[in-house]
């Protein structure tokens, strides 16, 4: 039975005009938020990166295809995965949807793994999806821009999280950076078994349910396996 408390229209409404001003400084303050991102030096890179695609081989200029701009998805797949990370298969599975409002507002969208080519053109196949995804294996491209770490990086404890190394976060009096999955502590576990691999926004949606993020334990699944059990 539910203990969710019960009011009137009247008490109802009263309550959510509080909330509509509470959502407007959110958007004000994500308005602001975007405009300093947008403030950010720009660096140039000198650096070549080198990917596979359906087309080939390609440079990091070839990504844009023409445009100005390029936005790369970090996707979770590492080469000795059996599928790609669940999380960021449900964000992607809203890719082909605005990929070609992008490619209209010129704004090139990729998704970028390290898992062989051949692995992610079957995986995307399965998923039914289309946006352009690249493989960066053997080359330095996810190490550089530091979203993966060497097995020894871990050991050593010398990888970069939020911008920063590890130790010298520490020595400002913050503590081991580590990332952990809200209200489901065995996240990181059955996210690794869905890859077939170790332990080395989805969300927003279930926010404005009326339970909100009500799931006991790690739910999210690969769209096409929400009916095997």
């Known amino acids: 039975m ?5 009011g009137t229209r009247k008490q109802w409404l009263k309550a959510r005009l509080e909330l509509l001003e509470a959502e407007k400084e959110l958007t004000r303050r994500g308005d602001e938020l ?15 990166y080198r990917f ?3 087309e080939g081989s390609a440079w990091l200029a070839d990504l844009f295809r023409g445009r100005s701009q390029l936005l790369v998805y970090h ?3 590492g080469p000795d995965y059996t599928a790609g990370c669940p999380s960021c298969s449900a964000i992607a599975d809203g ?8 490619a209209n507002h010129d704004v090139m969208l990729w998704a970028v793994s390290r898992a062989p080519l051949a692995k992610l053109q079957s ?5 039914g999806w289309t946006f352009p995804w690249a493989s960066s294996l053997g080359g330095d491209f996810n190490f550089d821009f530091d979203v993966s770490v060497t097995e020894e990086q871990q050991r050593e404890g010398a990888a970069d999280y939020n911008y920063q190394r590890a130790a010298d976060s520490q020595s400002r009096g913050g503590t081991q950076p580590e990332i952990r999955p809200r209200a489901t502590p065995d996240g990181a576990t059955k996210g690794a ?7 080395r926004t989805m969300y927003q949606w279930l926010d404005r349910a009326p339970k909100g993020r009500n799931e006991t334990g790690y739910w999210l699944r690969h769209h096409d396996a ?3 059990g």
């Open 52 to 54: 596979e695609t359906d």
């Open 226 to 228: 929400y009916n095997k």
């Open 95 to 102: 890719f082909d949807g605005f990929a070609i409002h992008l």
């Open 2 to 6: 539910s203990t969710h408390s019960l």
């Open 75 to 77: 996707f979770m797949f």
């Open 34 to 48: 975007a405009r300093r991102r947008q403030e950010l030096p720009w660096v140039r890179v000198d650096k070549e």
């Open 193 to 199: 078994a869905m890859t077939g691999t170790d332990v």
């Open 123 to 127: 995986y995307k196949q399965r998923m």
